[in-house]
């Protein structure tokens, strides 16, 4: 395996030093380069990489210093950020996020810890990079073999149930283990959260593909993806309209020109809905091989659920192509998680708590499944994933987020 590299950016040696000696152990033994001049970090980045990793010191912690490294990210995607600051950056929430950094480091810190969060970064990195991670780029635009791609649709009754968040860790996993080419369509049209989830700026929207002056189905198939946004994982999304307003001009035979020229072109298609049943859902829902429909560990969401499924069943949704899942759970909430899924003899295909990796991918614009593969989460997401797989991928998925001993990501309190 080839050395990992990793680049030191601060006016100090000091962190650079430190790495250095807290990596001198690590199985990994990375290179370590160390660029002092802030300045000249384009003409390292060019001349001694590709890094694995970048180390941004306390020095990177201004505005300008921000700024400089989300441009960086926005160049170089591949290489993984840690940022290691003394104190917190006089900047927006935001500013910090939009870096794309996958850990932020308290000043000063210890050996150990500064060790784990980099190996964790350089694993991020090799996800991104190596071949069996989640796609390193998208495939050539041919058709799916084989047919139409299967489609699978994320619903709710109520608000605040994850479907977003379903939806894109539901994406990133069938890219992960099938190593096919999956497209989100996010079919809430009026407040669509899809990008923002995943930190893209998309160009365009479904509303724009719709407004093609070419009426022929098969030219909307044929340049659909040109519509679609990538994330860095490989995921492509098909983002909502940018105005409310537009997506009174979005109808359903609209919705069915858009999902048929998806799914011809991609081998999975993940629609995220919004919590209503409007006729452009139905249409997504005939459409649809697998319906997740999700609801949280409260008493509306849970009576709603039960209104819903009674809802699919006068729309001849066969049951059978039904999925539930319970997200949010806790305990010492009033409500007895059994109590609940007594209610539903069907069964709930996971039932998943709160974790805070949850919030942290979230700011980091990753699937939860990417940033953190062995949190209890992800392993029960998985799963319940990974039922949709051939039988011959599924003892992979139990290998890959079987949770370790000892956690990454721990930051130093003050």
Request: no cysteine; glycine share 8%; proline share 9%.
């Given at each position: 395996m080839a050395t990992r590299k990793i680049?030191?950016?601060?006016?100090s040696d000091a962190l650079a030093d430190q790495l250095r000696a807290a990596m001198a152990s690590s199985a990994e033994r990375?290179?370590?380069t160390a660029c002092s001049r802030v300045g000249s970090v384009a003409e390292v980045l060019e001349e001694d990489g590709p890094f694995d990793v970048l180390v941004a010191g306390a020095s990177l912690g201004t505005r300008s210093g921000l700024a400089r490294l989300r441009l960086i990210h926005e160049e170089l995607p591949g290489m993984?950020?840690?940022?290691?600051?003394?104190?917190r950056p006089d900047a927006s929430l935001r500013d910090i996020v939009r870096t794309g950094a996958v850990d932020l480091l308290q000043l000063p810190i210890e050996d150990k810890e500064l060790a784990e969060a980099v190996e964790r970064a350089i694993e991020l990195s090799g996800a991104v990079r190596t071949p069996e991670a989640p796609l390193a780029a998208p495939a050539p635009a041919v058709p799916v073999a084989?047919?139409?791609?299967?489609?699978?649709?994320?619903s709710s009754a109520t608000g605040g149930c994850g479907k977003t968040f379903y939806a894109t860790n539901l994406a990133y996993f069938l890219a992960r283990y099938t190593q096919k080419r999956v497209c989100i369509v996010d079919l809430d049209l009026q407040f669509g959260e899809v990008s923002t989830a995943l930190r893209l700026r998309p160009k365009y929207t479904i509303f724009d593909a719709l407004q093609r002056e070419d009426t022929d189905e098969a030219d909307l198939?044929?340049?659909?993806?040109e519509y679609c946004v990538t994330h860095e994982t490989g995921i492509s999304v098909l983002a909502a309209p940018r105005e409310p307003s537009e997506a009174d001009r979005i109808s359903p035979p609209d919705v069915t020109r858009i999902l048929e020229a998806v799914r011809n072109r991609f081998d999975y298609v993940i629609v995220d809905t919004p919590p209503a049943l409007a006729e452009t859902v139905?249409?997504?829902f005939d459409m649809s091989d697998l319906l997740y429909v999700m609801a949280t560990l409260d008493l509306p969401s849970v009576r709603n659920m039960s209104v819903f499924l009674s809802t699919l069943e006068r729309l001849k949704v066969p049951t059978e192509h039904v999925r539930l899942i319970l997200n949010k759970a806790e305990s010492d909430v009033g409500i007895d998680i059994e109590q609940v899924t007594?209610?539903?003899?069907?069964?709930?295909e996971s039932v998943l708590p709160y974790a805070k990796e949850v919030s942290r991918s979230i700011n980091l614009g990753m699937p939860v499944m990417a940033a953190s593969p062995t949190a209890e989460i992800s392993s029960l997401m998985a799963g319940g994933m990974k039922l949709v797989l051939p039988e011959a991928l599924q003892g992979r998925v139990a290998e890959?987020?079987?949770?370790?001993?000892a956690g990454l990501f721990r930051r130093r309190s003050k």
């Open positions: 680049l030191v950016l601060d006016r990375p290179e370590i993984a950020l840690v940022l290691a600051f003394s104190r084989g047919g139409p791609g299967t489609v699978y649709t994320i198939q044929a340049h659909i993806e139905l249409v997504a007594k209610l539903f003899p069907q069964g709930f890959d987020t079987t949770p370790k001993k």
